[in-house]
């Protein structure tokens, strides 16, 4: 049923159930993962000076990136990473589109803050009402 599933991933330490449920959908399906992580640019400041900034946020997920593949690898799951840089919610939908995704995997996460537009959830909002394929969020 599924082709092609995408998983975003911060680079938090938590405990990943949408991890875990892409790697049992992608065994089910015989679907690859690609495991997507995007880094925010900030808004007004001159890139140039922000590159090593930058660079160390590419390696760190990078890092974290090939640890998680290595999880769903070792499981019999073909991966795929990709880190671009963009704002989070538009970079993963337009992955998506672009790349025929048929499904994307997300960790859900109780609101911090007041409203849908602050804390990690807002991320997860936004994909499911803005993606063109299937969203599952995961508690």
Do not use: W
């Amino acid at each position: 049923m599924f082709t092609h599933i995408l998983v975003p991933v911060d680079l938090g330490s938590r405990a990943r159930p949408g991890l875990r449920a892409a790697c049992q959908l992608a065994l089910q399906n015989q679907a690859p993962v690609t495991l997507f992580h995007a880094i925010e640019r900030i808004d007004h400041l001159p890139a140039p000076s922000l590159k090593g900034f930058y660079g160390r946020l590419e390696r760190a997920a990078k890092r974290h990136l090939l640890t998680l593949g290595r999880e769903l690898e070792d499981a019999g799951v073909t991966v795929r990473r990709v880190i671009v840089f963009g704002k989070v919610a538009p970079s993963i939908v337009k992955y998506a589109s672009e790349k025929n995704v048929d499904l994307i995997v997300m960790d859900s996460h109780p609101l911090d803050g007041p409203g849908p537009d602050q804390g990690v959830a807002a991320t997860s909002h936004r994909v499911a009402f803005l993606a063109r394929c299937a969203v599952l969020l995961v508690k």
